[in-house]
């Protein structure tokens, strides 16, 4: 049936005294608005039956589009859901005509402005009498939410107060986090996501679609799933599985709260436009009994399948995923430790993808350790890393280091990894241990083969017979690090680097206050979840922890990544990232002898970052964005331009700017020229 609708996009633009085709250009700044006179047209199709014309980067650039408005997959059809797409396109000439009733428009949460739609706009869009009449800045409603947000004292609630402003207004969510990041982000991500996930399917909320649910049973129907994703062509997808979710275990479908709280981090941390970003969730099952057992659970109730049948299905959603969408860049995340490994190892030279639990924790794990290694006072040839947890997570930590200290060190593969012991939960990983023939690949790696037989099944005798320089936790078993763990390794170093990594917070291998105390404040800390600041035993000065996010690195690498357009993701972008990271510290910071910087800079630091890992494609020659080829003086397939050009200070900084320049910004179409 054919059906009327209104262009909603245009007129919010019009409102505001542009015009539809306005955007933030390449310097951020927005371009002149429009003084044509302000009018919408009527459109009439059926759903499905319009077409797309996509944009190459160049003539997005030019227009004045960025990933907060890309100009892109725009569609003809008069679908309801072409709504959604029109509000998100970004610039547009001949905008699509869309609009029922008002009631279609608040149910949109990329389009909704609620109590910031101007007067005129709500007489012509049907949306007098449907909300209170007063009109409101988005700062005066973010002031409001932050308000209630503060009166429930339950995470949980807080988290689900949150998470009804995302699926209603996603303007709205994202700039209260942009404006209040630091307190929020322990509900929309670690520790508050953990209890959501175990909660996942008691709680879920029918009305709300955060992503795709693909399950095993959908393997002859993979194309109809994905195009039943109706919004425009993603950049960015966060995949799991649910099989290793943070420290808690197999929950299965209930990880869903994974890839919808990170890719809402790449949104708010890099700018990456949340509705090009797509959360996936595969459902294999689950071999939690729990869950299989209870009635609400709303995955497949059966045990995972075997090796055989997992990557027969990943090998069908990867082909897919490239059918639909080209240039989506992959994330994996919170998959097995063993098939996380198979997985990097299976795509990441054929597909654009990396591992945020391998590659991202270990990028940013190694950006505080080089500010740690700084203040160590330890040559580097002379440190001493001792893991505990033997997982994807602290191989790829452990990896990420021993690259560095090839890299910086000049050292050989061999040597650095000789600085390495790792420990899993049957002590310590060497060649000769009762069950060495079956250890998995990941675990080989860094193998000792110098005990001469003995086996160190304690940590405090690793401790006690190794003498770490550094100690690093990803064990998932909170507490760990003992007290008498912590005066040994204080006992051993003038300033001892303790990691305690693990989420959630209880399983953090120790807290920042044990840390303090048992060192007398000479510890050099990070963590995997945020602990509050502790007086210095000595000097009762407040001191504020490290906290090894990963947030500091995917969103970054991520935008990087998109922006530049990359073929595939490289180790050397992925190492780029953590030395522009570590590099990030400002005086101030230095001097309070931060290991990270502070989080309210985070956006700042994520065009940095995401600049270097632009530059790190381009000496790697697999950058294909023609605009940043151009700036380079180079094209697709060639080789990577000279040093003395990637090095050059005038076209980096040309670089920053167009990536600041690219980055989301929530603001409400209908105001943009306000």
């Not at 990329?110 to 739609?117: D, K, L, V, Y």
């Not at 497949?300 to 299905?313: M, Y």
């Not at 000769?432 to 079956?438: N, P, T």
Request: aromatic share 8%; hydrophobic share 40%; charged share 20%.
């Amino acid at each position: 049936m054919k059906r009327a609708f209104t262009t909603i996009f245009r007129l919010q633009e019009e409102a505001a005294g542009g015009d539809s085709r306005s955007g933030l250009g390449t310097s951020g700044r927005p371009q002149q608005p429009s003084k044509q006179k302000s009018h919408f047209t009527i459109g009439r199709g059926r759903s499905g039956s319009g077409r797309s014309t996509p944009v190459s980067d160049d003539e997005a650039t030019k227009s004045g589009s960025n990933l907060g408005s890309p100009a892109t997959d725009l569609p003809t059809s008069s679908s309801l859901s072409d709504v959604s797409r029109l509000a998100i396109a970004g610039p547009v000439q001949d905008a699509p005509l869309v609009m029922g009733s008002g009631l279609d428009v608040i149910k949109l949460q990329h389009i909704n402005e609620s109590t910031a739609f101007p007067a005129h706009l709500r007489t012509t869009l049907k949306l007098r009498g449907i909300m209170p009449s007063a009109v409101e800045s988005l700062s005066l409603q973010v002031e409001r939410c932050m308000a209630r947000l503060r009166s429930i004292k339950e995470p949980l609630e807080q988290f689900a107060y949150l998470d009804r402003i995302r699926a209603e207004d996603t303007t709205l969510f994202f700039a209260i986090l942009n404006t209040n990041l630091s307190e929020v982000v322990g509900l929309i991500y670690t520790p508050t996501v953990g209890k959501v996930c175990q909660m996942y399917s008691r709680i879920y909320t029918p009305g709300s679609v955060q992503g795709l649910f693909i399950s095993l049973h959908d393997k002859d129907h993979l194309d109809e799933v994905l195009e039943n994703w109706t919004y425009p062509s993603p950049d960015i997808a966060v995949m799991t599985d649910g099989s290793r979710i943070l420290g808690l275990g197999d929950l299965g479908v209930n990880g869903m709260g994974i890839p919808v709280g990170k890719l809402s981090l790449y949104s708010a941390a890099a700018g990456i436009n949340p509705s090009r970003t797509l959360p996936i969730t595969l459902d294999l099952g689950t071999d939690t009994e729990e869950h299989l057992m209870d009635p609400f659970y709303l995955g497949i109730r059966a045990k995972r399948p075997s090796d055989d049948v997992f990557f027969a299905f990943t090998d069908a959603v990867m082909a897919a995923l490239r059918r639909r969408w080209p240039d989506l860049l992959i994330q994996f995340e919170d998959f097995s430790s063993e098939h996380a490994f198979q997985l990097l190892e299976r795509y990441r030279d054929s597909y654009f993808c990396f591992n945020d639990d391998i590659q991202g924790t270990g990028a940013v794990i190694l950006a505080g350790f080089i500010n740690a290694i700084k203040l160590s006072g330890v040559p580097l040839q002379e440190h001493r890393i001792l893991f505990v947890g033997a997982g994807s997570a602290g191989v790829g930590v452990a990896c990420q280091l021993r690259d560095y200290f090839v890299k910086t060190g000049g050292m050989t593969v061999g040597d650095a990894t000789k600085m390495f012991w790792l420990i899993d939960s049957k002590g310590l990983i060497t060649s000769d241990r009762k069950d060495a023939g079956r250890y998995p690949h990941h675990k080989t790696i860094f193998v000792r083969s110098d005990m001469n037989g003995e086996q160190i099944a304690s940590l405090e005798e690793s401790v006690n017979k190794i003498k770490p320089t550094a100690l690093i936790g990803l064990s998932a078993v909170g507490g760990t690090f003992t007290p008498s763990i912590i005066s040994a390794m204080a006992a051993i170093n003038k300033r001892p680097i303790i990691f305690p990594l693990s989420n959630p917070l209880t399983s953090a291998e120790c807290t920042f206050e044990d840390a303090m105390t048992h060192t007398n404040g000479t510890v050099l800390f990070a963590s995997g979840t945020a602990f509050p600041p502790f007086p210095h035993p000595q000097t009762g000065e407040l001191v504020e922890p490290g906290q090894g996010n990963n947030m500091y690195i995917f969103p970054a690498l991520g935008l990087g990544s998109v922006l530049s357009k990359a073929s595939r993701v490289t180790d050397d972008m992925i190492y780029a990232s953590a030395v522009s990271l570590a590099d990030t510290l400002n005086e101030e910071e230095r001097k309070a002898g931060l290991l990270y910087p502070r989080l309210d800079r985070i956006r700042g630091i994520s065009a940095v970052v995401s600049r270097d890992v632009i530059l790190a494609a381009v000496r790697g020659g697999v950058a294909q964005s023609k605009y940043v080829l151009n700036l380079y003086g180079t094209r697709p397939g060639d080789s990577a331009p000279a040093a003395s050009d990637v090095d050059d200070a005038w076209k980096a900084s040309e670089l920053l700017d167009w990536t600041r320049g690219m980055m989301y910004e929530p603001r409400y179409p209908s105001h943009k020229f306000l």
